[in-house]
Antibody
Framework: QLQLQESGPGLVKPSETLSLTCSVSGGSISSSSYYWGWIRQPPGKGLEWIGSIYYSGSTYYNPSLKSRVTISVDTSMNQFSLKLSSVTAADTAVYYC????????????WGQGTLVTVSS | EIVLTQSPGTLSLSPGERATLSCRASQSVSSTYLAWYQQKPGQAPRLLIYGASSRATGIPDRFSGSGSGTDFTLTISRLDPEDFAVFYCQHYGSSWTFGQGTKVEIK
């Protein structure tokens, strides 16, 4: 059974870089059938796609965040990572990693999510 | 960029009733790339429907999806107490887009 687990600091200072890692178990991140993505949800609000990566390293970013986002993949460790630079309080959210079907784009497996708070 | 608009914002119903949730796209989209999710408080979203009408693994048959073009519907035929949650539609195109969500609450 596929499992995804987010890890990283729960508190980040304004203007710094948020860094999270998603560890994948029970399946290979190198599968050609899937993308791997990050989605966030500010407290009490809806879901926002941040970006996705294919095992080859091809990346796709939300245009509204593109200038601040970097997603990378480490196939040897079966994990992928998110970096979001110059964070503000508006970046406070629960951050989820998820697997997406390459052919249809639906997100069929999700991590439990991790709350990241931006505060000094 | 595709914008998904869900309605209503909140649906107040009793267990056993039928729920009909709408998702409207700002332009015509392929049903292949339309999905629905359920999210309960404190939990990650769960895939319910993909390809507009295919149920994900383990999803009860009281959940059904339909629609094409710009108008899509998620129907819950008879609400079970565990079904009360927030529901999101999602489209995959050049990027991934979510609707703003519909909350189904107990009346």
């Amino acid at each position: 059974q596929l499992q995804l687990q987010e890890s990283g600091p729960g508190l980040v200072k304004p203007s710094e870089t948020l860094s999270l890692t998603c560890s994948v178990s029970g399946g290979s991140i190198s599968s050609s059938s899937y993308y791997w993505g990050w989605i966030r949800q500010p407290p009490g609000k809806g879901l926002e796609w941040i970006g996705s990566i294919y095992y080859s390293g091809s990346t796709y970013y939300n245009p509204s965040l593109k200038s601040r986002v970097t997603i990378s993949v480490d196939t040897s460790m079966n994990q992928f990572s998110l970096k979001l630079s110059s964070v503000t309080a508006a970046d406070t959210a629960v951050y989820y990693c998820a697997r997406a079907s390459w052919s249809s784009g639906y997100l069929d497996s999700w991590g439990q999510g991790t709350l990241v708070t931006v505060s000094s | 960029e595709i914008v998904l608009t869900q309605s209503p914002g909140t649906l107040s119903l009793s267990p056993g009733e039928r729920a009909t949730l709408s998702c409207r796209a700002s332009q015509s989209v392929s049903s292949t790339y339309l999905a629905w999710y359920q999210q309960k408080p404190g939990q990650a979203p769960r895939l319910l429907i993909y390809g507009a009408s295919s149920r994900a693994t383990g999803i009860p048959d009281r959940f059904s999806g339909s629609g094409s073009g710009t108008d899509f519907t998620l129907t819950i035929s008879r609400l079970d107490p565990e079904d009360f949650a927030v529901f999101y539609c999602q489209h995959y195109g050049s990027s991934w887009t979510f609707g703003q969500g519909t909350k189904v609450e107990i009346k």
